[in-house]
């Protein structure tokens, strides 16, 4: 499975963002899109992941209300789209692909990555 993660930039404090993430090669067996964050001297950190079959959708407490995640299964393309966004999320931006249940808050679970894309939120 390849991903290609797009979208991030530089934003104001208050402003939006849409990350897409798209998928190809082997992704019949994909379990959960996850999207993950690092923010430079600081680990990486989970911030959302959607099932790929049934789209039930987890957030992270820091970002609820704010970011959503979703996925276009047709179109093998996974989204985040970022509101309200504030100077703590500026982070380099990843997006994930997980082949088994559970476990999608753990980063050192997926088995597939993009290469990430970087998100700056002015203040």
């Known amino acids: 499975v390849q991903l290609q993660a797009s979208g991030g930039g530089l934003v104001q404090a208050g402003g939006s963002l849409r990350l897409s993430c798209a998928a190809s090669?082997?992704?019949?067996?994909?379990?959960?899109m996850g999207w993950f964050r690092q923010a430079p001297g600081k680990e990486r950190e989970f911030v959302a992941a959607?099932?790929?079959?049934?789209?039930?959708?987890y957030h992270a407490d820091s970002v609820k209300g704010r970011f959503t995640v979703s996925r276009d299964a047709a179109k093998n393309t996974g989204y985040l789209q970022m509101n309200s966004l504030k100077p703590e999320d500026t982070a380099l931006y990843y997006c994930?692909?997980?082949?088994?249940?559970?476990?999608?808050?753990?980063?050192?679970?997926?088995?597939?990555w993009g290469q990430g894309t970087l998100v700056t939120v002015s203040s």
């Open positions: 994930a692909v997980r082949d088994r249940p559970a476990y999608y808050h753990y980063a050192n679970r997926y088995d597939y």
């Open positions: 959607i099932s790929w079959s049934g789209g039930n959708a």
């Open positions: 090669g082997r992704t019949f067996n994909s379990y959960y």
